[in-house]
């Protein structure tokens, strides 16, 4: 499996040294995506909270996606919902989603969030504001923060970012770049006051990316069973998630026309990432 090359796409840098635990760049994920949460409250991800930030010790620990330069979730999904645009983030097509939830046990950072509730659940995730993007903009996260704690830029531009903070101050910072070299590399990078997993963040993670062990694993397996119990598997799912998309699709818009309401999504999501 191939590494996309990534020093020119767009990456975002978390600064837990700078971060004053204000929660705009929250309240700004929020606002985006319309979200009915607060800022205030939303210490864990979900379907409804694509960025969330609790406190550990003195210092606030900020999660979201990290959009992996070789992203384990769109390596494991069989009918390419998930995948790594060359801008840098990691997107989800819904039309595509078949319910497998396979992305949600590959993530190595425990992100994607599923709709339980939803009578057609979708996974949920940060998309990295791809639109605003495509537009040239920061991510609202990034434009949101008045701190400098959380920055939008090339990935390029943000590794040599993060090395000149960690120099010109090297007792506040711990000397590595989180994301930079981890599983082959991540778009959302951290840099941090001492070494991450004192923080909660996973860690010793290893360079390889995630998805190259798993095909080397599967190259092992006998080939027939695996593909063609999978692809069976999937042509049913994808008939099926087809046609519960369209009705729910269909009832939506009948809602809006007769201004009634739908609910698209739902709240069970309880594991941290
Ligand atoms: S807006 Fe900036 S300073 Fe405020 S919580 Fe987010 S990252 Fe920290
Ligand atoms: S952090 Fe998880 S969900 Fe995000 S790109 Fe990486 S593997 Fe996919
Ligand atoms: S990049 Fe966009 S979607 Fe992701 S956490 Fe920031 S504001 Fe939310």
Redesign the pocket.
């Known amino acids: 499996m191939d590494t996309i090359p990534t020093a020119k796409s767009r990456a ?1 840098l978390f600064d837990m040294v700078r971060c004053t635990g204000c929660r705009g ?1 929250i309240n ?2 929020l606002k ?2 319309d979200f009915k949460g607060e800022a205030k409250d939303t210490t864990e991800l979900s379907a409804t909270a ?2 969330a930030m609790r406190t550990e010790g003195e210092f606030n620990v900020r999660q ?2 990290r959009h992996c330069v070789t992203p384990s979730c769109a390596s494991v999904c069989p009918v390419g919902a998930l995948h790594k645009t060359d801008l840098g983030p990691v997107v989800y097509d819904e039309s595509k989603c078949i319910g497998c939830r396979y992305c949600m046990v590959a993530c190595p950072f425990n992100v994607p969030r599923y709709e339980w509730n939803s009578p057609v659940p979708a996974v949920r995730k ?4 791809i639109d ?1 993007l495509k537009e040239g903009k920061p ?4 434009e949101a923060c008045r701190f400098g704690a ?1 920055v939008c830029g090339t990935r390029e531009e943000l590794v040599a970012e993060a090395r000149k903070r960690i120099a010109e101050d090297p007792d506040m910072y711990y000397d590595h770049i989180y994301g930079e070299k981890e599983l082959g590399g991540t778009n959302v990078m951290f840099i941090t006051p001492q070494p991450i997993e004192s923080l909660g963040y996973k860690a010793k993670l290893g360079e390889t990316p995630l998805p190259n062990l798993t095909w080397n694993v599967l190259e092992k397996l006998p080939g027939v069973v695996v593909v063609g119990g999978a692809a069976l598997s999937a042509f049913w799912w994808i008939t099926n998630r087809r046609d519960e998309v369209s009705a729910a699709h269909a009832a939506a818009k009948h809602d809006a026309t007769n201004g009634g309401t739908h609910k698209a999504s739902g709240e069970n999501d309880h594991d941290r990432a």
């Open positions: 975002i760049c700004a994920c985006t995506h694509y960025t979201m996606c940060c998309d990295m504001c605003r991510t609202a996260c990034a959380t």
